[in-house]
């Protein structure tokens, strides 16, 4: 790769980044559209490299190309939602099961150390990255590497969907109770017990990913 190429792909990066975050941090919202004028005098990047990332968040389900209207932010339906839980269910049933003892849980600790950091910082988006880390982390001591990653494109689209509720999610649960699921949920794996995990998770809160 020439210099130039580094050069282009690492605005790419930057504007992956700059607006992944805008996404998931509710700064934007659903439906909201993307002017390619506005973000490149934003980001300070031309049109290719913005494009380029624009093309990689779409494929991550986080933008939306509409027909002769441009970019904007994904949206989801109730129903697309409801989805979203059902396949992530499956999932995570499927990944508890392949889960045995003995396993390196050294990535698995350092996101639930993430977890307690954001917390004590008060930092609602990392704080649901970390949640999102730790779960994708859980399903891939399954071993299943496709497995995990598909896991990983849900909980993002999921995440998406609790961005515009993010301080309100924030305003109706202790921040140390996430903490607390976490902790046990990082026991049961810690024990390699498929039963427990899956109790672990049934009671992590169904529809609560963020708290």
């Known amino acids: 790769m020439s210099d130039g190429e580094l050069a ?33 005098k934003r980001l300070g ?9 624009m093309r990689l968040l779409a494929e991550q389900g986080l933008v939306e ?13 109730d129903a697309d939602v409801q989805e979203l839980y059902e396949v992530r ?7 508890a099961g392949a889960t045995s003892a003995g396993r390196d849980l050294s990535r698995l600790r350092a996101a639930l150390d993430r ?36 896991y990983e494109t849900i909980l993002v689209k999921i995440q998406l969907y609790m961005a515009v509720n993010m301080r ?21 794996v810690q024990r390699g017990d498929a039963a427990e995990i899956q109790a672990a998770l049934s009671t992590h809160g169904a529809r609560a990913y963020l708290s």
Not at 124 to 133: C, D, F, M, S, V
């Open 115 to 150: 977890i307690r950091a954001a917390t004590d910082a008060d930092d609602r988006l990392e704080l649901a990255n970390a949640h999102r880390r730790f779960h994708v982390e859980v399903v891939a001591l399954s071993g299943n590497r496709q497995l995990t990653a598909l």
């Open 65 to 77: 190309h509409i027909p002769r209207r441009g970019a904007r932010v994904a949206t989801l339906s």
């Open 45 to 53: 990047i031309s049109r290719a490299p913005l494009r380029e990332a």
């Open 89 to 95: 269910d499956v999932l995570e049933r499927h990944a």
């Open 168 to 188: 309100r999610e924030a305003e109706a649960a202790r921040a140390a109770d996430g903490v607390h699921r976490h902790e046990r949920l990082f026991a049961a």
């Open 8 to 40: 282009a792909y690492s605005l790419v990066e930057l504007a992956v980044d700059r607006l992944r975050r805008d996404i998931l941090s509710g700064r934007t919202d659903p439906g909201e559209r993307l002017v390619e004028e506005q973000l490149t």
